[in-house]
């Protein structure tokens, strides 16, 4: 079976740092953002396997909506 899972990844002075905002606990790392991102995907798999059937199911129906907003600043 695929999913589709959120993932949010952030560029630090190390490098990149991802995390599932629906799979608490869920992060990884990378030093570049291809390897961040294969992590988080293995993360995200490794997480997934540890769920019970209902916990599952909730996740499914689970959406996180990011976008961007202007900020004024002085």
Same mark, same amino acid.
Do not use: F
């Given at each position: 079976?695929r999913?589709?899972v959120?993932v949010?990844?952030e560029?630090d $002075?190390d490098g %990149? %740092?991802? %995390? /599932?905002? *629906? +799979? =608490?606990? /869920? $992060?990884?790392e990378?030093?570049?953002f291809? &390897? !961040? /991102? =294969?992590n988080?995907? &293995? !993360? *995200?798999e +490794?997480y997934?396997?540890?769920?019970? !059937?209902? &916990?599952? !199911? ?5 959406m ?9 600043? *002085?």
């Open positions: 079976m999913i589709r959120d949010i990844i560029r $002075q %990149y %740092y991802a %995390y /599932c905002p *629906a +799979l =608490e606990g /869920c $992060q990884s990378g030093e570049s291809e &390897e !961040a /991102c =294969e988080i995907r &293995e !993360a *995200a +490794l997934w396997e540890t769920l019970s !059937a209902e &916990e599952r !199911a909730e996740l499914l129906g689970t996180v909506i990011a976008t961007s907003v202007e900020v004024h600043v *002085a």
